[in-house]
């Protein structure tokens, strides 16, 4: 069993960065590939970001290619987004999710987050 917290969400201007935090309880966090979602209002959840086991590999989708970075810290059972560069079309709610092997498919990860705001205005 993984529990997930997300946090680090916000409002920022165009332009500017966050970095979301996702916080995970038990033993067998490093075990996990550890993904990034999003979903902005009217929208279907959309894959972001994913890191595995080891941090050894990481994978993204194209529209945050060069923006975002995933990295993890399996001593602090810890992941995170490090999004730059902002833009308004960002604006989602933001969601961790865990899963046994690399994927982008929402429905293939086992644990999710509660999520997270994140608002970026022009």
């Known amino acids: 069993q993984v529990q997930l917290v997300e946090s680090g969400g916000g409002l920022v201007q165009a332009g500017g960065s966050l970095r979301l935090s996702c916080a995970a309880s038990g033993r067998t966090f490093s075990r996990y590939y550890m993904g990034w979602f999003r979903q902005a209002p009217g929208k279907e959840r959309e894959f972001v970001a994913a890191i595995s086991w080891n941090g050894g590999s990481t994978y993204w989708t194209d529209s945050v290619t060069g923006r975002f970075t995933i990295s993890r810290d399996n001593a602090k059972n810890t992941v995170y987004l490090q999004m730059n560069s902002l833009k308004p079309e960002d604006t989602a709610v933001y969601y961790c999710?865990?899963?046994?092997?690399?994927?982008?498919?929402?429905?293939?990860?086992?644990?999710w987050g509660q999520g997270t705001q994140v608002t970026v205005s022009s």
């Open positions: 999710a865990a899963s046994p092997t690399y994927t982008v498919v929402a429905s293939s990860y086992d644990y």
